[in-house]
């Protein structure tokens, strides 16, 4: 089933004269898990917006050709329908929590307030998520006075108690370790697992690699390359876009370079591992037949 | 079982029962709580004079003690007797003209007039303010707008009013933040008065400017929990439900300054 369909898709922010996204055509199927990776300012998080209706619903704008959620144009959606199909963490942390409550427990639990959940139920899917999360430690905590990290785990948190089939997560590991990156991460595969379709900004491209089963790449607002994980990290389009590539992949191109090519290019840290052992393999051989 | 998880799980019982906040008084309906006090604040009015006054300033310590939170109030509330009480007083009683001076220096010459008008005035206002300051150490704006929500006031009422109280805190927060960058960057923002000032003043903008940015982007947040959803909301804290004998005690109290304005109005006092 498609998620949704952009056809010639372009949105100018009001009061601005340069288009955020420009001509964009792409189809997002539902179950995949989605990175969209580009530099600063290339329309990732427009992209990510325009997929959850925040534009042209929320942020005024000029939006041209077609955008279709689920089937449906996203203008004839309501945008609280929408904010129960699609499930959206925002890149800022400070922003996204409420204000108005007074522990981390009633923070999460807050989306699924609105929703009209009974307490009981909502009890049950926070202590989940909390568990999920391994957010024991912060959920007596007042979420106003948590650090950036903690906040934004906290947000990650509230999204996911909400359950929605979609969800848009933008840059979820800015402001973590690389160890609390890697559980969102690992959390995220779970998700996919679980049949969720996940839209995802990161700059972390060796996690990206790792978990993502297809790259959307942005440059200047533009579609740069849309497709199979492998295939967009090994594509020279990257490089004319001034895209950032996995370690792996790059210390391959730079084999290539001394004239040691691998047998094929890795984008993850496993598969490079493989052909790393297989070189050394072949290496010691060819060592003891001189 | 770790204490650890021992005292997760009592932390989530605690949203399995009424909120208990540990004291007949302060486990009051919010909304009871509120026109008690504002009732009672506003008695003094209906009468001549600032005998009534007076006691209404002296019911709250009462009613402080026997809700346990008399350490709190009572500091608090004294505080503001001595700095706006004694101020309000003062102004009142030195220039409201009458006969008869007590005491002349320079062109000042308060009257005995013009000490009680001083005495009513002040003792109303601290009767009105220690109606709040009370109110705010009985019970928690948190649980009155739930109160106020579970009785049909919109989420998006409740949700500005709190929000609005988080903000100044955090408008603070930022303001400190900014402030100690700036020191970081050698600007001085200590020493007296017009030093401070002068350091302050420039802050507001950012500060200001950042709030206002950060509106836009938390009202998207809020839309992104389901916030304008059009189910009606639960509520995870449960409120225990009003008591008859809260209700008639509110009831009692209003019926009694209404009875005083009436009569105030027909001329009985």
Known sequence: MVLAALRGVSFTYAYTNEPALRDINLTLEEGLLYAVIGPNASGKSTLCALLRGIVPLFHEGELTGTAEIRGRNLLEWDPAELSREIGYVFENPFTQISGIKETVFEEIALGLENLGMPPEEVIDRVEQVVEQLE???????????????????????????????????????????????????????????????????????????????????????????????????????????????????????????????????????????????????????????? | MSSESGNAVAFVNRFRTYVDRGNPIRNMDPIVVFIVLAAIAIAPIAFPGFVAAAIVCLIYPVIALFAGVAREFLPTYLKLFLVVGLVLFVLRAAFIDGEDPLFRLGNIAPTWAGVEEGARFALLVMAISGAVTLFFNLATVRYLMLALELRGVTPRATYVILASFQSIIDLGRHARTVLEAQQSRGIETQGNIIVRARAFFPILAPVFLAAINQTEERAVSLDARAFNSNVPHTHLVMLRPTRPRELVVAVLVVATVLAAFIGSAVGWF
């Open chain 1, 135 to 290: 957010l024991g430690a912060l959920v007596a905590k007042n979420p106003n006075e948590l650090s950036g990290g903690q906040r934004q785990k906290v947000a990650f948190a509230s999204i996911i108690a909400m359950d929605a089939d979609v969800i848009v997560i933008d840059e979820p590991t800015s402001q973590l370790d690389p160890e609390s990156s890697d559980a969102v991460f690992a959390i995220i595969a779970n998700l996919k697992k679980s049949g969720k379709s996940i839209v995802l900004v990161e700059h972390k491209m060796d996690l990206v690699a790792q978990y993502a089963d297809r790259v959307i790449a942005l440059n200047g607002g533009r579609l740069v390359i849309e497709g199979p994980t492998s295939e967009v990290f090994t594509s020279p389009l990257l490089n004319a876009s001034d895209i950032a590539r996995p370690a792996v992949t790059e210390l391959a191109e730079a084999l290539v370079h001394v004239g040691r090519p691998l047998s094929r290019t890795p984008v993850t840290r496993a598969e490079a591992a493989e052909l790393i052992r297989a070189r050394m393999k072949g290496g010691s051989r060819a060592d003891r037949s001189r």
